[in-house]
């Protein structure tokens, strides 16, 4: 897999190159990578029992590494008690797929 730095002065600067699967991008010091190919559906998961009252599920997702892999989800502590996690995601944009990270609300 070939990947491209680019740096945008002026908003989202695209590279369009025949064999690129997949371009990465850094602004404003958030580097995330544009993916030319869909995620795989998502696979299902067993959840099990939280090992205490202050934790939260972070669903499993699929990552990019030059191909899909698949990250498992996990319980993880809650950082104040009413803490809820907001579950990363693939979002379709124009040049192909980008991530965009989870977070606690």
């Not at 025949?18 to 991008?25: F, L, T």
């Not at 067993?46 to 892999?69: M, Q």
């Amino acid at each position: 897999m070939k990947k491209l730095i680019l740096l945008p002065l002026l908003g989202l600067t695209f590279l369009v190159c025949q064999g690129v699967s997949a371009v990465e991008v850094i602004e404003e010091n958030e580097p995330y990578t544009i993916v030319k190919e869909a995620p795989p559906k998502e696979t299902e998961e067993v959840i099990t029992t939280a090992p205490g009252p202050n934790y939260s599920w972070i669903k499993g997702h699929w990552r990019w590494d030059g191909r899909w892999v698949w990250v498992p989800g996990h319980w993880a502590g809650r950082p104040h008690p009413n803490a809820t996690w907001v579950s990363g995601h693939w979002v379709n944009r124009p040049h192909g797929w980008v991530w965009i990270r989870g977070h606690w609300e």
